[in-house]
């Protein structure tokens, strides 16, 4: 069975930095697409980076140079380096693991706030 567990949102002042961790298990994990999406209340879920198997890396452009996507798959993890953060940047952040195209497997969801 496949396991996502996320941990690493909270409350930051703007300018500060988060880094969100998505670890995995139960699945193939070198191999697997992983990413996270946003959701903020009032708007869009957006796909904010994702990283596949090979490490071909996506970032959207509206965290572009403030956000970092990485993995260590010896560890089974992803990482999402949030800096620079800004009010828009406040959201529910889900992680997600996609072993085979289609198939995706969600993390419980962290809460990115972002205040002074």
């Known amino acids: 069975q496949v396991h996502v567990v996320e941990s690493g949102g909270g409350l930051v002042q703007p300018g500060g930095s988060l880094r969100l961790s998505c670890t995995a298990s139960g699945l193939t994990f070198y191999t697997s697409d992983m990413g996270w999406y946003r959701q903020a209340p009032g708007k869009q879920r957006e796909l904010v980076a994702a990283?596949?198997?090979?490490?071909?890396?996506y970032v959207a452009d509206s965290v572009k140079a403030r956000f970092t996507i990485s993995r260590d798959d010896a560890k089974n993890t992803a990482f999402l380096q949030m800096d620079s953060l800004t009010a828009e940047d406040t959201a529910a952040y889900y992680c997600y693991v996609e072993e085979y195209p289609g198939v995706f497997n969600w993390g419980q969801g962290t809460q990115v706030t972002v205040s002074s």
């Open positions: 990283i596949s198997g090979g490490g071909v890396i």
